[in-house]
């Protein structure tokens, strides 16, 4: 079982609709997550961070984590076309970073 | 650009060849990663630097890797005989030392462009 699970997708939805991303992680002594963004042919772009003890907002992007399910999401309000990308979401602990393999979200124009 | 810098961006060698590729972090960076990612997959832990220390090496990390960061700055990743399997993009990320802030720890990681590599 890998530390983070991540639906690859893909996920395509119309402009202006809300996205659901989602990441299921198995170690409990996961306390930091993170979520980036990848765009094809890029390094991967920090977007948020979160503690498992609750949520954070960010303009159209909120970060979630629900640690008694061990859940992770990220939800995008009003998505457009730039928001068109690679989701990864990624977890730290003892100097190392474990990522899931990413969601591809298409936003329809 | 005071971003993290990967040279070259694309790489295209024959199998067995030996291929080297370098990164430059963040200058107040401390720490310094590198990752394979393969089509479809999230980074793939390599190894890790603190200044020029080499801390931690994945078991994915074969004796033909190796990599270095002589002076605590830039780093090189050199792949010795090079596999078909190896083809992929290596990334490179450098952060500060990870800060305790009420209790909680946080590192933030900041990514390069990569290194595309194609063995043919």
């Known amino acids: 079982q890998k530390e983070v699970e991540q639906d690859p997708g893909p996920l395509s939805v119309p402009e202006g609709a809300i996205v659901s991303l989602n990441c299921t992680y198995s170690?409990?002594?996961?306390?930091?997550f993170m979520w980036y963004r990848q765009y094809s042919r890029k390094g991967p772009e920090l977007l948020m961070y979160t503690y498992s003890s609750g949520n954070k907002e960010d303009g159209r992007f909120t970060a979630q984590v629900d640690k008694s399910s061990k859940y992770i999401s990220l939800f995008i309000r009003d998505s457009q076309p730039s928001d068109s990308a690679t989701y990864l979401c990624a977890s730290y602990t003892g100097n190392q970073f474990y990522f899931g393999t990413g969601t591809s979200l298409t936003v329809i124009p | 650009d005071t971003g993290v810098s990967q040279n070259p961006r694309h790489k295209i060698t024959k199998r067995g060849q030996n291929v080297t590729f370098r990164c430059d972090p963040i200058s107040e960076h401390n720490r310094l990663y590198w990752y394979r990612q393969t089509l479809g997959q999230g980074p793939e832990f390599l190894t890790y630097?603190?200044?020029?220390?080499?801390?931690?090496k994945s078991r994915l990390l074969s004796d033909r890797f190796s990599a270095e960061r002589p002076k605590g700055s830039f780093s090189t990743l050199e792949i010795q005989r090079t596999e078909q399997g190896d083809s992929a993009m290596y990334l490179c990320?450098?952060?500060?030392?990870?800060?305790?802030?009420?209790?909680?720890?946080?590192?933030?990681?900041?990514f390069g462009p990569g290194t595309r590599l194609l063995v043919l």
């Open positions: 630097f603190q200044n020029e220390a080499q801390l931690e």
């Open positions: 990320a450098s952060s500060s030392p990870p800060r305790l802030a009420g209790g909680r720890v946080r590192e933030t990681q900041y």
């Open positions: 170690n409990s002594a996961f306390q930091y």
